[in-house]
Each structure stands twice: as C-alpha cells, then as structure tokens.
C-alpha cells in the first residue's frame, strides 16, 4: 500500500469510501451521520488543489485524509477508510503520515473533532496519542460552531491534538 498525493480524478471516489465508511455508524444507532452527506466535492477539490489530500492506494485509493491549517495545526478535516479494508492499520498510516508532512511544515500538531465515545472515533484517536483538548483556539473554536450549525450535538463531540 502507497500514500500518496490524491488525483482530481479520483475525488468523487474518495467521496464514495466516506459514505461506506459511514455505514457502521447505523449499527450503533446513529443513522443521522450513516446518511450524512459526504464532503462536498467542492472542498475536495480546493484542498486537492492546496495539496491536502492524500490517498491509501492498493493501487485503487482504499482510505484518503484530507487537511486544512487551522491555527498552526494540521486539522484532519476528514478521514475515511473504506470497510473492505478497514482494522489493518490504513487509518493510522494516513494519520502518521499527515503528522510527518505538518512536522516538515513546521506545524505544530494535529487536530481533529470527532465523536467522543464512538469506539472508532474518540478512543482510536487516544490509541494514536490524541489528548481531548477544552480550550480551543478560535479556528477550532469556530469548526465547532459550524458542525454545531449542521445539526452535530455539542455534547457528543470532541476537539483533539497531537503534537508532531
Ligand atoms: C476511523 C477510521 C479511518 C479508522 O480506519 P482503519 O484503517 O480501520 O484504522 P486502523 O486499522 O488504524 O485501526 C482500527 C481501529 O479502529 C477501531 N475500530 C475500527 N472499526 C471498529 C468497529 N467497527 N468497532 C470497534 N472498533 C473499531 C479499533 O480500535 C481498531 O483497532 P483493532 O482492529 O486493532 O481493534 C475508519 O474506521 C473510518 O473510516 N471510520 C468512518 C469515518 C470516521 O469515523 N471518520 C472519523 C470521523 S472524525
């Protein structure tokens, strides 16, 4: 498996992986984020454009994460890997991966929100040294507000670091 820079070409591609990743989110009850959409080709495409996406391809992308400097951080703006291949380390490549770009960048580390208590989400994050962080500096301050805006509970939420 390679990680590597993602082609525009494959970016309705990627968008598939994040609505089947999505999938086991209905089997712990939260169907509302099973149906949510995925990340708007748009996006995809600007941060394409910057360089901030990166596949996991075998030779087909498999997993992709994509990011956006939010205040010194790397912000992991989303992380998806397809079923299919999941639980053999793609995630964590992805993330490890990212960490060493932002450290050449002189970034100060990851951040990332996520579900706190989704075993997949919050504590996998903690598994690849996420702490939960409270005080949130005002870009992450304001991705909370606009995942609150989309209908996101607040209180199931969580804000995330690593350093690099
Ligand atoms: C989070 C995600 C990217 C991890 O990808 P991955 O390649 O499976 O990750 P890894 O192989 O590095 O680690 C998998 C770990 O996640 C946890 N995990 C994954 N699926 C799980 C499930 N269905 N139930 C419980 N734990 C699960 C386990 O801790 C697992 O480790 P294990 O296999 O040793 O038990 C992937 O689960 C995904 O795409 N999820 C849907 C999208 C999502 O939630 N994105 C994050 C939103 S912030």
């Given at each position: 498996?390679?990680?590597?820079?993602?082609?525009?070409?494959?970016?309705?591609?990627?968008?598939?992986?994040e609505?089947?990743?999505?999938?086991?989110?209905?089997?712990?009850?939260?169907?509302e984020?099973?149906?949510?959409?995925?990340?708007?080709?748009?996006?995809?495409?600007?941060?394409?454009?910057l360089?901030?996406?990166?596949?996991?391809?075998?030779?087909?992308?498999?997993?992709?994460?994509?990011?956006?400097?939010?205040?010194?951080?790397?912000?992991?703006?989303?992380?998806?890997?397809?079923?299919?291949?999941?639980?053999?380390?793609?995630?964590?490549?992805?993330?490890?991966h990212?960490?060493?770009?932002a450290?050449?960048?002189?970034?100060?580390?990851?951040?990332?929100?996520?579900?706190?208590?989704?075993?997949?989400?919050?504590?996998?994050?903690?598994?690849?040294?996420?702490?939960?962080?409270?005080?949130?500096?005002?870009?992450?301050?304001?991705?909370?507000?606009?995942?609150?805006?989309?209908?996101?509970?607040?209180?199931?939420?969580?804000?995330?670091?690593?350093?690099?």
């Amino acid at each position: 498996m390679e990680i590597r820079l993602a082609r525009p070409d494959e970016l309705v591609g990627l968008q598939q992986i994040e609505i089947a990743s999505g999938e086991p989110f209905r089997a712990i009850g939260m169907p509302e984020i099973a149906d949510d959409d995925p990340l708007p080709l748009a996006v995809l495409t600007h941060l394409q454009s910057l360089g901030r996406v990166w596949v996991a391809a075998e030779p087909e992308p498999v997993g992709w994460i994509a990011v956006e400097e939010v205040d010194g951080f790397a912000h992991v703006e989303q992380v998806s890997v397809h079923p299919g291949h999941a639980r053999r380390g793609v995630g964590r490549e992805l993330i490890d991966h990212v960490g060493a770009w932002a450290a050449g960048r002189g970034l100060t580390g990851l951040t990332l929100t996520t579900f706190r208590d989704v075993p997949w989400n919050g504590p996998y994050y903690e598994r690849l040294g996420f702490r939960q962080v409270s005080d949130l500096t005002p870009g992450l301050a304001a991705v909370v507000e606009q995942e609150t805006a989309r209908g996101l509970d607040p209180a199931t939420r969580t804000c995330m670091l690593r350093g690099v």
